[in-house]
């Protein structure tokens, strides 16, 4: 069974067993009335011991349902309250294996519905907390569709669409929505420290020919003069673009440029610099996607013969 159809078969099941309950004597929960008054409540309380699953609930100690489970309805605002006094928990919820510990859902929703919700009264405290596990948050959508376009929404929302996270900025219908994150978008810019990731002087290499391209990786941190690693993994694996900055140098040739693109792909689209003679020496700079193996291609164009160095910087990488 995956995890995200988990949650709706359990719906399925819950609503199942409730009809069953109602329809079967065998089953059915004797529940005594909860009373509040004066901020505490009177429990589910019986004098019997709760030893079987047609037996009453019995407060302040285990009450096992077997293979059954328990069903309380209500058509007052609140079904169940639960208050405590001390610091602890109102409701524990558990489950073992691939359960889900607490589910709510709301049938016929209006606007305002919610299935779960969470409150702190002041400024201290979080309404809704969450920890551990493979991540502290999961979120899946119906369908494939994202925010729905035709009902309202408010400032604070967020929803997915299979790869992507969004978030409403701007109230309305369907209101206003900004990518926070997805396969398509660079990811977060991280800057650091200008590193030298390569340079074609150094260690007898020879420049890039017009008509010739280099495939290169700008994963690591290199000494400006001798070439050697000084910084393993300065752009880190999963990384998905680098700002850096681009340096010709020694041209030779009438004119010629350099284009930059991510690894392997050695289709100019637009030149990232530019020379028009020999002996010159320009920096530019800019941002390129990478490849998964942090890897740039620098191809080089124009007259024939020409020829240049270059030198790559990187003062930042997305992830």
């Not at 409701?91 to 859902?105: E, P």
């Not at 941190?221 to 001798?226: A, I, T, Y």
Request: hydrophobic residues 40%; proline residues 3%; charged residues 15%.
């Amino acid at each position: 069974m995956s995890v995200v159809q988990e949650p709706q078969e359990q719906v399925a099941e819950l609503q199942r067993e409730v009809t069953e309950q109602r329809s079967s004597r065998r089953t059915l929960l004797r529940l005594a009335s909860a009373v509040v008054a004066g901020g505490a409540a009177t429990a589910l309380v019986h004098p019997e011991s709760a030893d079987a699953t047609t037996d009453f609930m019995k407060y302040g100690t285990f009450n096992d349902a077997g293979d059954s489970s328990t069903s309380l309805s209500s058509t007052s605002a609140t079904t169940l309250l639960v208050q405590v006094a001390a610091s602890g928990t109102g409701v524990l919820a558990h489950s073992s294996l691939d359960g889900i510990g607490l589910f709510g859902y709301t049938d016929n929703p209006t606007k305002d519905a919610l299935g779960v919700g969470g409150r702190i009264t002041g400024t201290l405290g979080h309404g809704v907390g969450a920890y551990g596990g493979a991540a502290q948050l999961l979120l899946w959508p119906v369908a494939n569709v994202g925010p729905a376009l035709n009902v309202a929404h408010v400032v604070g929302e967020v929803a997915q669409e299979m790869q992507t996270l969004s978030a409403c900025v701007g109230a309305g219908t369907p209101g206003t929505w900004r990518e926070l994150a997805s396969m398509a978008s660079a990811g977060v810019l991280h800057a650091i420290s200008p590193a030298r990731v390569f340079d074609s002087r150094v260690n007898a290499q020879p420049p890039v020919f017009v008509g010739t391209s280099r495939t290169i990786s700008v994963a690591d941190k290199r000494d400006v003069v001798s070439g050697e690693v000084t910084q393993w993994n300065v752009v880190p694996v999963g990384a998905t673009a680098i700002a850096y900055n681009l340096t010709i140098a020694n041209t030779v040739g009438n004119g010629g440029f350099l284009a930059v693109n991510e690894g392997g792909n050695t289709v100019v689209g637009a030149s990232a610099i530019n020379w028009y003679g020999s002996g010159q020496k320009a920096a530019n700079a800019s941002v390129i996607k990478l490849n998964a193996s942090r890897q740039v291609t620098v191809i080089c164009g124009g007259s024939s013969g020409g020829s240049t160095h270059f030198i790559i910087d990187v003062v930042g990488y997305y992830r």
